[in-house]
């Protein structure tokens, strides 16, 4: 999908979200500000849980650890995605171009490595060295996502 497409499909909601007169603060630090939230929070602690399912010797600890984590970081995706459409809204509001940043780039490599992500563990039975793989994998995109976060205070400043 083109930036020109996004427009476009955005652009009733953009100009709904204009009409709003909201502070500039808010319509430039909101998305920023909320997704701070679900990657240190969200992320942080599905992270920490990972960690504790791979390495606890506690049962009971790895037990709640196992139910917790997918839930966490599952809604940790979902408001991802629903920040991306957020992070675009913001910047179309401010009337700045979309796709273009590294910020855009990393979100959607984000993104699309998380959807690889939550496929893994039900292949787990079959062949548990994916298990490696997942906790590699999951480390990794919570890397790209703190680079992620850089790059949006980086555009954020820009403008």
Known sequence: MSAASVRSLFGPFVELVKSWNLPGWLVHWGHPGNMAVVL??????????????R?????????KAK??????????????ALGATGGMTSLLTSDKPIFESPHAVTGFIGLALLTAQ????SLFEGNPGLRNVH???????MTLFLVHAALGLQLGLSY
Do not use: C, N, Q, W
């Open 55 to 63: 390495f606890s010797d506690d049962v009971e600890e790895k037990a």
């Open 40 to 53: 240190f929070a969200m992320g942080g602690y599905g992270t920490y849980l990972g960690f504790r399912i």
């Open 118 to 121: 939550t496929i893994l563990p």
């Open 135 to 141: 906790g590699i994998l999951g480390s990794g995109i």
């Open 67 to 80: 139910d917790l984590h997918p839930k966490l970081l599952g809604g940790m995706f979902f408001f991802f």
